[in-house]
Protein backbone atom coordinates (compact mmCIF):
# COMPACT_ATOMS: atom_id res chain seq x y z
CA UNK A 1 0.00 0.00 0.00
CA UNK A 2 1.23 3.47 -1.16
CA UNK A 3 1.84 6.47 1.88
CA UNK A 4 0.23 9.45 0.20
CA UNK A 5 0.71 12.64 1.75
CA UNK A 6 -0.84 15.32 0.55
CA UNK A 7 0.45 19.01 -0.20
CA UNK A 8 -3.00 20.31 0.41
CA UNK A 9 -2.81 22.65 3.85
CA UNK A 10 -4.95 21.41 7.08
CA UNK A 11 -7.88 23.50 6.03
CA UNK A 12 -8.44 21.43 3.38
CA UNK A 13 -8.24 18.07 3.14
CA UNK A 14 -10.44 16.22 0.48
CA UNK A 15 -9.93 12.78 2.14
CA UNK A 16 -12.39 14.32 4.81
CA UNK A 17 -15.73 14.14 2.04
CA UNK A 18 -16.11 10.78 1.27
CA UNK A 19 -16.26 10.97 -2.45
CA UNK A 20 -12.97 12.45 -3.08
CA UNK A 21 -10.26 10.80 -5.38
CA UNK A 22 -6.54 11.88 -5.03
CA UNK A 23 -3.98 10.84 -7.80
CA UNK A 24 -0.34 11.62 -7.70
CA UNK A 25 1.44 11.65 -10.88
CA UNK A 26 5.23 12.38 -10.37
CA UNK A 27 6.02 16.05 -8.90
CA UNK A 28 2.20 16.60 -9.67
CA UNK A 29 -1.19 15.89 -7.52
CA UNK A 30 -4.60 16.44 -8.68
CA UNK A 31 -7.59 16.07 -6.08
CA UNK A 32 -11.30 15.31 -7.32
CA UNK A 33 -14.62 15.21 -5.08
CA UNK A 34 -17.70 17.34 -4.58
CA UNK A 35 -17.71 21.12 -3.38
CA UNK A 36 -18.89 20.84 0.03
CA UNK A 37 -18.01 24.86 0.52
CA UNK A 38 -20.73 27.63 1.07
CA UNK A 39 -20.15 30.02 -1.73
CA UNK A 40 -21.70 33.43 -1.01
CA UNK A 41 -21.27 34.52 -5.18
CA UNK A 42 -23.17 33.29 -7.89
CA UNK A 43 -20.40 30.53 -9.48
CA UNK A 44 -20.28 29.90 -13.18
CA UNK A 45 -22.06 27.27 -14.72
CA UNK A 46 -19.90 25.42 -16.50
CA UNK A 47 -16.15 25.91 -15.17
CA UNK A 48 -14.58 28.55 -12.64
CA UNK A 49 -11.09 28.70 -11.94
CA UNK A 50 -9.70 30.72 -9.06
CA UNK A 51 -6.53 30.04 -7.20
CA UNK A 52 -6.15 27.65 -4.40
CA UNK A 53 -6.34 27.83 -0.55
CA UNK A 54 -2.38 27.76 -0.77
CA UNK A 55 0.55 28.94 -3.07
CA UNK A 56 1.07 26.83 -6.14
CA UNK A 57 -2.89 25.49 -5.88
CA UNK A 58 -5.45 25.43 -8.86
CA UNK A 59 -9.31 24.88 -8.22
CA UNK A 60 -11.83 24.13 -11.15
CA UNK A 61 -15.27 24.43 -10.01
CA UNK A 62 -17.61 22.05 -12.59
CA UNK A 63 -20.91 22.40 -13.02
CA UNK A 64 -21.14 24.40 -9.30
CA UNK A 65 -20.48 20.46 -8.12
CA UNK A 66 -17.30 18.51 -8.65
CA UNK A 67 -14.21 20.80 -7.61
CA UNK A 68 -10.23 19.51 -8.64
CA UNK A 69 -7.47 21.07 -6.78
CA UNK A 70 -4.60 20.87 -9.05
CA UNK A 71 -0.88 21.24 -6.71
CA UNK A 72 2.33 19.99 -6.96
CA UNK A 73 3.49 17.44 -4.63
CA UNK A 74 5.76 17.58 -1.68
Not at 42 to 54: D, F
Request: glycine share 6%; net charge positive; with cysteine.
Amino acid sequence: MANMTSSLPAGFNPASVATSVQLRVGRREMSLGRDFRTRYYSAHPLIECSPGVAPGHLQILLLRRWLIVLSKAR
